[in-house]
């Protein structure tokens, strides 16, 4: 799965840190679409479009786990990550497959992918 190019969309209301992952996961050969709102994220996603979603928890208008189940309710085997500040605090919501904590090293960004990709393939 490691060596398996994917189509990842990011999801982060600050620029800088979409940006981030964006280069992060690009460096790993993805193919990387980056957008900066849950509306944005909705309007690029189909489910044949991407084979990961990872998005911020905190963002105005609609925060990462209500994101992550119209996601979900489109695409139930979509594999989401949601990224927090207050990861160590939450459990999972509904839709995420997941959980990693700001701030994060490349190498615990390649798990996480790795983890979420897996599980729902196994599952699917």
Do not use: W
């Amino acid at each position: 799965m490691e060596n398996r190019k994917l189509r990842v969309l990011v999801v982060d209301d600050e620029p800088n840190v979409s940006e981030c992952i964006r280069l992060m996961l690009s460096i790993d050969g993805h193919d990387v679409i980056a957008v900066n709102s849950g509306r944005a994220a909705l309007e690029q996603f189909s489910p044949a479009k991407f084979d990961l979603v990872c998005t911020d928890y905190s963002m105005p208008g609609m925060k990462g786990d209500q994101l992550a189940a119209a996601i979900k309710a489109i695409a139930p085997g979509q594999p989401v990550i949601m990224i927090s500040g207050i990861a160590s605090t939450m459990s999972a919501p509904a839709g995420v497959d997941f959980i990693l904590g700001k701030p994060f090293l490349p190498r615990e960004l390649r798990a996480a992918v790795t983890q979420a990709t897996n599980t729902c393939e196994a599952a699917g």
